[in-house]
């Protein structure tokens, strides 16, 4: 439960960029009755209420803290198809037929976010198109073979970089090739998550700011949902408190491991940073715990983030550690001074994916979209509110990723083992050329 509810937002890039005073909604203070509650203001909870209003739904939405305070408003900002757990590993599970409507749900998610910031005139987000995914060592023919396969199963076209072409782009010892996405974009996510509630707002949702959902209990027609000082009637509840999920719901909790990550943000120095990154396309790179970095504030100063963690560190101590990095992939960045780091916590299911559905209570989930959010949330938010309108059983497709027990601390310790692993095994494969 979150005890002390704040108006105030983490010190992210983002957040300086935003007008000083973003309107704080008044927290709920008396009893009211809706069609449906919403708990949690990140993008999955928004996107379900954007969704659900503009269908002429009552939306209530609560949130502990502010609008997008969470990993939606201090993430890279990186919007590209796929999930956490990647096709391969999709298609273990499920076969390849499912796999693959999955993988076209995430490109409908990539279309959802680029559709709203155009529909809604979200200019504040400032998308910018393209995503380099490069690698760090000999991939062969793997990339083209890639690029090949997504052309022929999705009609989704990227193209193939080799080193030389990938020169254009950076300028670093360290990559062999790359494929680049121009259907992928990157953009500012608290600028799109405030737009998103706006647009809610306008359709009719009603947000309640520093307002936790305390208790969840059954009651006649649905449910009633209590906060410090109100209650909530709804036909449906929509669960979608992502890394920061509390023991609201223990079957949700035991579910999921919250991992800290990391972003930092360098100082600006316009020629220095153009001697190594001259694109605008966003890059991110094949380790698997990746790295993943861009231009920000009009190529001015670099966004890049990355590492794990499954406590929350010092940022400044993990800022030491991204600008090594950044160094090791650039040695020309290594007078580039950090600005300002911070932190956010993903939610991880055991199995990678994210969980969406329904409990065998009647209770709405949308959460665990681990690293690879942004296509993520819009896409889930979407069939969930299907779902709910009774428009469409999509949500289902999600079923065969359901809430395992995450294993609790030593589930917690396997992460970082594994991330360690993953860490010694890039190391590994990147000494190998
Ligand atoms: C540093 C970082 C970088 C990332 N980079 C990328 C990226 O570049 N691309 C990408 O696709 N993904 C990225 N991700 C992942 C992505 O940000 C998340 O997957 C996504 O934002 C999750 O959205 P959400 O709505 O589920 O959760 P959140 O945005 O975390 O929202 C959950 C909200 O629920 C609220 N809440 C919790 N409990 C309660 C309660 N009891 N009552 C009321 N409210 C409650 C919280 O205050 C919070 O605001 C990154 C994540 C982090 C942390």
């Not at 269908?55 to 502010?66: I, L, N, P, T, Y």
Request: proline share 4%; aromatic share 8%; hydrophobic share 40%.
């Amino acid at each position: 439960m979150i005890t002390t509810p704040s108006t105030d937002y983490a010190d992210v890039w983002y957040r300086r960029q935003a007008p000083s005073d973003i309107p704080l909604q008044p927290a709920l203070n008396q009893r009211i009755e809706t069609d449906v509650c919403i708990i949690g203001g990140g993008l999955a909870g928004l996107t379900t209420a954007y969704h659900l209003a503009k269908a002429g739904r009552q939306v209530a939405v609560v949130e502990a803290r502010r609008i997008g305070w969470g990993a939606s408003g201090r993430n890279g900002g990186f919007c590209s198809p796929g999930f956490s757990l990647g096709y391969e590993g999709i298609a273990a599970r499920v076969g390849a037929a499912a796999a693959k409507d999955l993988f076209r749900m995430s490109v409908e998610g990539v279309q959802i976010v680029a559709d709203n910031i155009r529909a809604l005139g979200i200019t504040a987000a400032n998308p910018c198109p393209g995503i380099l995914g490069a690698v760090r060592y000999n991939a062969g023919r793997g990339l083209a073979d890639h690029r090949d396969w997504l052309a022929r199963e999705f009609d989704y076209q990227v193209a193939h970089l080799d080193r030389a072409a990938l020169a254009e782009h950076l300028s670093s010892p360290r990559y062999h090739q790359a494929l680049h996405d121009q259907n992928a974009f990157h953009f500012d996510p608290l600028a799109y998550c405030l737009g998103v509630a706006r647009a809610a707002e306008a359709a009719g949702a009603v947000i309640y700011e520093t307002t936790s959902a305390d208790k969840i209990e059954a009651a006649k027609g649905g449910w009633t949902v209590t906060t410090p000082q109100g209650r909530i009637s709804a036909r449906e509840v929509v669960v979608t408190t992502g890394g920061y999920t509390d023991r609201l719901v223990p079957d949700l909790h035991r579910a999921f491991l919250p991992i800290a990550t990391y972003v930092m943000i360098s100082r600006a120095a316009p020629e220095l940073i153009a001697s190594a990154i001259h694109t605008r396309s966003a890059i991110g790179d094949d380790r698997r715990a990746g790295d993943y970095y861009r231009l920000v504030d009009d190529g001015k100063r670099v966004l890049w983030g990355g590492k794990i963690t499954t406590r929350t560190t010092e940022p400044r101590d993990l800022g030491k550690l991204l600008h090594q990095t950044m160094t090791d992939t650039y040695p020309q960045l290594a007078g580039l001074e950090i600005d300002t780091v911070w932190t956010g916590l993903m939610s991880y299911a055991r199995h990678r994916m994210p969980q969406i559905g329904k409990l065998p209570s009647g209770l709405w989930h949308c959460t665990a979209f681990g690293g690879h959010g942004m296509n993520a949330t819009a896409i889930g938010g979407r069939v969930v509110a299907e779902g709910i309108l009774g428009q469409s059983e999509r949500y289902r497709s999600f079923a065969p990723f359901g809430l395992e027990w995450t294993g609790g601390i030593v589930g917690m310790a396997a992460v970082q083992l594994t991330y360690w692993r993953y860490q010694a095994m890039d190391a590994w494969r990147e000494r190998k050329g």
